[in-house]
C-alpha cells in the first residue's frame, strides 16, 4: 500500500491496521455518494483505488466541483477533530472506488505512538488548507477568462505542449472552474476570436502563450 501516511509502516504494522475490526474498506460504484452535506465525519478516509470529488450546489443550483481527488489522497482528515465536524460538501465517486475509513480514535493512537504517522498528518492537513485556499481565491476572486486563462497556462508550463488535452467534457470543466457552462462557451469563442487558442471537442490549442499569460493574474 504505497501512501504517504504509510510510509514509513512496516507490513507488520499495515496488517494490524488493516486487520482491525473497527478500520472499514468500502467499494463504490461511479456516481455513488460516499458522503453527503452535513454527514458526520468519523473518519479518515484514503482512496485506495478510484477517483472522487467534493462537490457543492450553491443558492442558485449551480454544482462546484472544489476537489477532485485521486488514489493515495485523504479526506476527511480537516474535519475529524474539529467542534464541528460535519461534512459541508458533498464526497461522490466519480469512478468505482474503494475507500480505507480509519475511525476518530485509531487516528489519535497513530499519532500518538507513530511520529512519521503524526508528521505526514500534519503534512496532509497543512497541503489541504493550502490547497483550500487557492481554490477559493480562484473562484472568488478571478474573472471566467481569468479562470480560463490560468487554467490553460498552467497545463502548458507543466506539459511545455501548446494543445492542451481536456480529457473532460465542457460541463465537467465548467464545474471545475466553478462557472455556467454556457459562459465558459462564450470566453471560449471571444478568446478564438482574438486569436489567442483555437479549439476542438477535445482539446484547446494555444496561438499566443503571451497573449495567454497576460490574462493570468
Known amino acids: 500500500m504505497e501512501l504517504s501516511l504509510f510510509k514509513k509502516f512496516t507490513e507488520e504494522d499495515l496488517q494490524i491496521l488493516l486487520h482491525d475490526p473497527n478500520v472499514k474498506i468500502s467499494s463504490y460504484?461511479?456516481?455513488n455518494v460516499i458522503f453527503m452535506e452535513e454527514d458526520t465525519c468519523e473518519n479518515l478516509s484514503i482512496i485506495l483505488e478510484g477517483n472522487i470529488e467534493i462537490q457543492k450546489i450553491d443558492q442558485s443550483g449551480k454544482l462546484l466541483t472544489v476537489a477532485s481527488l485521486k488514489k493515495g489522497d485523504a479526506f476527511g482528515e480537516n474535519l475529524l477533530f474539529g467542534d464541528k465536524n460535519l461534512y459541508p460538501m458533498t464526497v461522490m465517486s466519480k469512478t468505482k472506488s474503494?475507500?480505507?475509513h480509519i475511525p476518530k480514535n485509531i487516528v489519535a493512537l497513530?499519532?500518538?505512538k507513530n511520529l512519521d504517522f503524526l508528521?505526514?498528518?500534519l503534512k496532509t492537513l497543512s497541503n489541504k488548507a493550502?490547497?483550500?485556499s487557492s481554490k477559493i481565491k480562484q473562484v472568488t476572486l478571478k474573472t471566467i477568462r481569468e479562470k480560463i486563462c490560468e487554467f490553460l497556462y498552467k497545463k502548458y508550463c507543466y506539459?511545455?505542449?501548446k494543445k492542451i488535452m481536456l480529457n473532460m467534457s465542457k460541463k465537467e470543466w465548467a464545474d471545475k472552474l466553478g462557472v455556467q457552462r454556457p459562459s465558459l462557451?462564450?470566453?471560449?469563442m471571444k478568446l478564438k476570436e482574438e486569436g489567442i487558442i483555437d479549439y476542438e471537442k477535445d482539446y484547446i490549442l494555444i496561438l499566443d502563450v503571451e497573449l495567454l499569460e497576460n490574462d493570468v493574474q
Open 110 to 112: 497513530l499519532c500518538q
Open 185 to 188: 462557451s462564450r470566453e471560449l
Open 130 to 132: 493550502v490547497a483550500l
Open 29 to 31: 460504484d461511479k456516481d
Open 119 to 121: 508528521y505526514e498528518f
Open 98 to 100: 474503494i475507500i480505507l
Open 159 to 161: 506539459s511545455n505542449n
